[in-house]
């Protein structure tokens, strides 16, 4: 039987945090893995150091949170920093955890990374699925790297984060701390886990070509025109609201929408930055032949899409649910603003006393409908690990 617990801390000392939140969540279990995530107010090596003193030889992965994290008990978060931790024990499950800091080959990095965690898991064949935590950058490059050793092996996880976007980020892997690369880790269980990966934004009917991209990341044309220009236009906003950094904000409930070849999933693409050339930062790789799709939602269809996917979440599964790791767009919660107790209301409703641990990244990484991995932003990727 596959069991999940979770633990928390918000002590002001580092070390002391982690110690915190690795003896709550631990206590009772035999973890095989521990998930940790703190605020970027934290010093994470005291964190780790702290948590490793407890969980000695467990594994550990995870990053900074943006904001907060949520549990079952409420909104983890303060003026010190926070802690928290989702661990996993079940006797049958074998667990490779493994990363690799940035470097000049991403794809190849990610091929390091899944052999290396293939390895440490002591098998030899691929895994019934993984974790991934990656630096907001190379997350395509990585994932692409890793599917040529496994093949495609569902996903779930998301990206590092801080609390302004100042690149603040860290990822943990083990005694590792470092801010721009890969973590994963790869599960070999025969428990049911079920993903479900969504953006929940309605689509319109304002769309176009990608005729020029820049760096995989910076848009700028659509149709042949300044892609902001398109943009202004689609979501007649005056020009303030799309200058520099004011773009990522106006851009929560207007992003853009990639569809897969076969239509079934909508990847979000955030636009980051307006630039005086008249292009946009995206938060995510883009291609030139594809479209983008004007998508759109109320910041009460941000809130209630926690319910709904939760609950879309807890239909798929056949097995009675031991935990849910839930990622949450870090910009979709600031979208949501003073709001986001209703979201927590929400998932302490749905989940019914099931643990769960709620993060929140620059980066959402899902399992597909068409049976692809991908990475987006402004989404949810809502997982759930059955008991049998």
């Known amino acids: 039987m596959l069991r999940t617990k979770v633990g928390y801390s918000t002590e002001k000392n580092s070390f002391a945090s982690g110690v915190e939140t690795a003896k709550s969540a631990s206590v009772g279990m035999k973890p ?32 900074t949170s943006s904001g907060m994290i949520m549990t079952n008990d409420g909104i983890i978060k303060s003026d010190d920093g926070f802690s928290g931790m989702m661990v996993f024990d ?38 019934d699925y993984f974790y991934m ?57 025969d428990k049911e886990i079920e993903n479900v990966y969504t953006g929940a934004y309605r689509e ?49 409930t207007h992003p853009l929408g990639v569809k897969d070849p076969l ?31 004007l998508l759109e939602a109320t910041v009460d269809e941000l809130i209630d899409s926690t319910k709904n996917t939760l609950q879309e979440l807890r239909s798929k599964m056949d097995t009675k649910p031991a935990g849910f790791f839930l990622v949450h767009c870090g910009g979709r919660a600031l979208g949501i603003g003073d709001r986001i ?14 643990p769960f641990l709620t993060i929140f990244t620059f980066g959402e990484y899902g399992f597909a409908a068409n049976n692809n991995n991908g990475c987006g932003g402004l989404m949810l990727s809502f997982s759930g690990f059955g008991e049998e």
Request: aromatic share 6%; glycine share 10%.
């Open 32 to 63: 095989k893995l521990a998930m940790l995530y703190t605020s970027v107010l934290n010093e994470p090596k005291e964190v780790v150091k702290g948590a490793r003193s407890i969980l000695k030889n467990v594994p550990i992965i995870g990053c």
């Open 90 to 127: 079940d006797k049958a499950m074998k667990v490779g955890v493994a990363c690799h800091k940035a470097g000049a080959n991403a794809r190849e990095i990610g091929r390091k990374v899944a052999r290396a965690a293939v390895e440490n898991a002591n098998e030899n064949y691929s895994p």
């Open 133 to 189: 935590v990656a630096s907001p950058k190379e997350e395509e490059d990585y994932l692409l790297g890793i599917e040529d050793v496994i093949g495609t092996v569902p996903c779930f996880g998301g990206s590092a984060a801080d609390d302004a976007v100042e690149g603040k980020w860290k990822i943990y892997c083990n005694d590792e701390i470092f801010d721009d690369g890969v973590a994963v880790a790869f599960f070999y269980t």
């Open 204 to 252: 319109t009917d304002k769309s176009a070509v990608i005729t020029q991209v820049e760096n995989n990341r910076c848009l700028q044309m659509l149709n042949g025109k300044n892609a902001l220009d398109v943009y202004k236009k689609w979501i007649k906003a005056k020009d303030e609201a799309l200058s520099g950094g004011n773009l990522l904000v106006t851009a929560i």
């Open 263 to 293: 239509g079934k999933i909508t990847l979000v693409r955030h636009p980051m930055a307006g630039n005086e050339d008249g292009s946009m930062n995206i938060g995510n790789h883009l291609a030139v032949g594809t479209a983008a799709v």
């Open 341 to 354: 107790d209703e979201v927590h209301a929400n998932l302490v409703a749905e989940a019914k006393g099931v």
